[in-house]
C-alpha cells in the first residue's frame, strides 16, 4: 500500500466535489509502480447515475489492458467501491484495491442516511432463463 496513491485518490475526491460532483475518486497503478489513469466523479456533471470512478477505472482496464498486465495492477481509490463498482472491478482484471473510507464510514458521514433498497422478485422461470445462458460459460 502506497500512501501517497491513496492521498492522490482523495485528492481527486476533493476536486470532483469542487466541481459539483459527489466527492470520489480513484486511480489505478501499474506494476511499476506508475500512475496508469485517474478519475474523478463525474455522475452529475455528465448526468449518468454510472459515472462513478472506480467503473471509469474498471472500463479503463479491461479496454487497454491485457490480463496479465490488469491483474498486476492496484486501484487506488478515496472510498470502498459500492456493488455496482465492484462488480465491474471483478470483470476488469484490476489485481487489487486499496480504499480509504469504508461504505460504513460512508454511510457514517451521511446525514441522511444511504440509498433505499429496491425490492426484488426473482428467481422465477428456471428453465426458460436457462436456456441462452447453458453452454456458455466453461
Given at each position: 500500500?502506497?500512501?501517497?496513491?491513496?492521498?492522490?485518490?482523495?485528492?481527486?475526491?476533493?476536486?470532483?466535489?469542487?466541481?459539483?460532483?459527489?466527492?470520489?475518486?480513484?486511480?489505478?497503478?501499474?506494476?511499476?509502480?506508475?500512475?496508469?489513469?485517474?478519475?474523478?466523479?463525474?455522475?452529475?456533471?455528465?448526468?449518468?447515475?454510472?459515472?462513478?470512478?472506480?467503473?471509469?477505472?474498471?472500463?479503463?482496464?479491461?479496454?487497454?489492458?491485457?490480463?496479465?498486465?490488469?491483474?498486476?495492477?492496484?486501484?487506488?481509490?478515496?472510498?470502498?467501491?459500492?456493488?455496482?463498482?465492484?462488480?465491474a472491478l471483478a470483470r476488469s482484471g484490476i489485481g487489487h484495491?486499496?480504499?480509504?473510507?469504508?461504505?460504513?464510514?460512508?454511510?457514517?458521514?451521511?446525514?441522511?442516511?444511504?440509498?433505499?433498497?429496491?425490492?426484488?422478485?426473482?428467481?422465477?422461470?428456471?428453465?426458460?432463463?436457462?436456456?441462452?445462458?447453458?453452454?456458455?460459460?466453461?
Open positions: 500500500m502506497n500512501p501517497e496513491h491513496l492521498r492522490r485518490a482523495i485528492a481527486l475526491a476533493s476536486e470532483a466535489r469542487t466541481a459539483g460532483n459527489p466527492p470520489f475518486g480513484s486511480l489505478l497503478v501499474g506494476p511499476d509502480g506508475s500512475v496508469l489513469v485517474e478519475e474523478r466523479n463525474t455522475t452529475l456533471t455528465d448526468g449518468d447515475i454510472t459515472a462513478h470512478p472506480e467503473l471509469k477505472v474498471a472500463r479503463w482496464a479491461a479496454r487497454e489492458l491485457d490480463p496479465q498486465t490488469a491483474a498486476m495492477t492496484t486501484m487506488y481509490t478515496s472510498c470502498e467501491p459500492c456493488g455496482m463498482c465492484a462488480g484495491v486499496v480504499f480509504a473510507l469504508s461504505g460504513e464510514q460512508l454511510d457514517g458521514l451521511r446525514t441522511a442516511g444511504g440509498f433505499p433498497p429496491v425490492p426484488v422478485d426473482g428467481p422465477h422461470l428456471y428453465e426458460a432463463a436457462k436456456a441462452p445462458v447453458e453452454g456458455y460459460y466453461p
